[in-house]
Structure formats: C-alpha cells, structure tokens
C-alpha cells in the first residue's frame, strides 16, 4: 500500500534547543546503527541516554515479572490518583531492537505525574534474539495480564490506554489491532508517539530527513532487517499497521510526529487512515523537531519540545 504524501511538513529550522544538541552530538564522530551490532547498538544507546542521578518521584514504583516467559514489567504509581487506578500501558522504543525499562524511565515518571495514571513499563523481548511476532506477543500478553489481575493491581478496567515510541508506537497500533481481532481487553485510547507504522522507505519524510537528524533511514532498514524473519513479514499488518485492510473499531488514537523525521509521512498517514475508518483522532505534528525527543528528558538532554510532548499526551489520557 503506498503513502498519499501528506501535507504536513517540517518547518523551516529546528527547534534551537535540538538544533544545538545536534551540534553537539556532532562534534565527535558518532557510529550508525548499521555499522554495530545488535549488542553494540544497546551499549551506544545506553551511554547515550543516562539515567537521571535524581528521577522524578512517584507515588510507588514495583518491578514484576509476567506470563509464562516472565516478561519483566516496571509499575509506576501515581502520588495523588485514588485507586483504582487509570492504567497506561506504555511499550518503548529502540527499533525493536534495543531499549528497556531503564531507557523510558524518565519518560514513563514524567507521564505517571503529568497524567495521573499507573504507568505499566513493558520489557518485551527484543530483535534479532527474538524477532516477529514474539515482541508484539510479550506486549500483548502485559496487556491481557493488566485485565486477568486488575483486582490485585488495583486497575481501573474502563480506563486503560496502550501506547509507545517508535518501535514501541508500532507496537501499540498492533495490539490495539490485535484486542479488536481476539476480541480482546477494552483499549480507552492508542496513543502513537512518532510511530513506525509501514515497512516501506519511500515517502517524502525519508527522502527529506533520510540524514542528519539522529534517526535515518539507514537505521530504520537495519531494524526493520533485525524484526522481521523474512521481508513477506513485513506485509503483515501486525508488522505494518499501515497495511491492516480494516482500521474501524479500534481505540481513539493521539498520534504523534515531527517534523525532521524519517517517520513523519507514515505516522501521518495513519492518523489519516484511522480517521477515514472512523476513529476519532488527535494528530500533533511538532514541525521543528526531530524523533526520539520523548527520551530526551534528562540532562544535558531535558528539551523543552520533551517536556510540551508529555504535556500533550497526558492531557489526552
């Protein structure tokens, strides 16, 4: 399925906080992902995103382990929220293949206090050591966990949203897909942080952004390589949910793009798609910056543009 080239675009300079981290980023020579190995690639991006010596605090914080493959999960509970809680089940990103609990912990905090929900952190198994479908599988599987435990997790079952960034979007517009075609647990929103939704590279966001603004196109082949067993997976639309034939009846969706992004056409287009099948829909595009800024909430790393995404998505949960 092609792309309809949007009319969203990026604007004409990037954010000058992102346009100087770029800056720095770029005075020393920094690998692409293509050129490392999967391992590789974890320990880069693990010194790229420190942790915070100081996270943000919240009400309570419980570490699990799940299902029959023990998928670890991080809980982050409100301060201030009655329980039972109002349930956000957030899936990070890292291109299916690298990211965990630790990487999102700053985003999964500042999204617990921002929102007011118990935030659900999943450690699904990861690519190539696990390709598709076992991570859309481990997701799905906290998911169905949340509902079959939601007495003793003190869960609000009417109000749980699933949601993620990049890979981690992907993964939340496919289990979203998923609970509708299992007649699965009741999904109050899918919220899609600059997701990848289409295992092509032909839009006009790749061609324009395919260099020089942290994720590339180069990147996203190596990934998309690493998931999939084989490039016909890749036309299945709990892989591409951009290719799904039937996009009614799913959850409300906030999605998310920017606008210096390979990502950007695809994400829009889904918001279109999901509209034109009837799925409300609440698209932002922050035109001046660049993927992976829901990260980005750690110093030297604390943008501005992070902190206005969180806002954003909390106020739709």
């Given at each position: ?85 109002p349930t956000f089940v957030y899936l990070h990103g890292g291109g299916w293949v690298f990211g965990d609990l630790d990487s999102h912990d700053a985003t999964c ?36 966990w949340l509902f079959d435990d939601a007495i003793a997790m003190q869960v609000d079952t009417d109000s749980v949203a699933v949601g993620g960034d990049s890979a ?150």
């Amino acid at each position: 399925m092609s792309i309809d080239q949007p009319e969203v675009t990026a604007a004409e300079e990037l954010h000058p906080e992102i346009e100087g981290l770029l800056q720095q980023m770029g005075a020393e020579p920094i690998p692409s992902f293509e050129s490392l190995s999967p391992e590789g690639s974890r320990e880069f991006v693990s010194a790229m995103f420190p942790s915070a010596d100081e996270p943000e605090p919240v009400g309570d914080v419980m570490q699990l382990e799940i299902g029959e493959a023990g998928v670890p999960v991080r809980v982050y509970v409100p301060e201030e929220t009655e329980a039972p809680y109002p349930t956000f089940v957030y899936l990070h990103g890292g291109g299916w293949v690298f990211g965990d609990l630790d990487s999102h912990d700053a985003t999964c905090r500042a999204l617990t206090n921002a929102s007011g929900r118990m935030v659900v952190s999943v450690d699904y198994r990861l690519a190539p050591e696990h390709k598709f479908p076992t991570p859309l599988e481990d997701c799905y599987t906290a998911l169905e966990w949340l509902f079959d435990d939601a007495i003793a997790m003190q869960v609000d079952t009417d109000s749980v949203a699933v949601g993620g960034d990049s890979a981690g979007g992907n993964l939340a517009a496919a289990v979203s897909l998923l609970a509708r075609d299992r007649d699965g647990p009741s999904i109050e929103r899918q919220v899609l942080i600059y997701p990848v939704t289409n295992h092509t590279f032909d839009t006009r966001s790749y061609e324009e952004n395919a260099e020089g603004y942290l994720l590339t196109k180069g990147a996203m082949e190596w990934f998309w390589d690493h998931y999939l067993e084989t490039g016909i997976d890749g036309k299945n639309p709990y892989a591409s949910p951009m290719l799904a034939r039937d996009l009614s009846d799913l959850p409300p969706a906030t999605v998310i793009t920017c606008g210096f992004d390979p990502l950007r056409d695809e994400g829009v287009a889904y918001a279109s798609r999901l509209e034109e099948a009837g799925v409300p829909v609440s698209h932002r595009n922050y035109d001046d910056a660049i993927h992976g800024i829901a990260q980005m909430l750690v110093d030297p790393m604390d943008l501005s543009r992070a902190r206005d995404l969180i806002d954003d998505v909390a106020a739709d949960l």
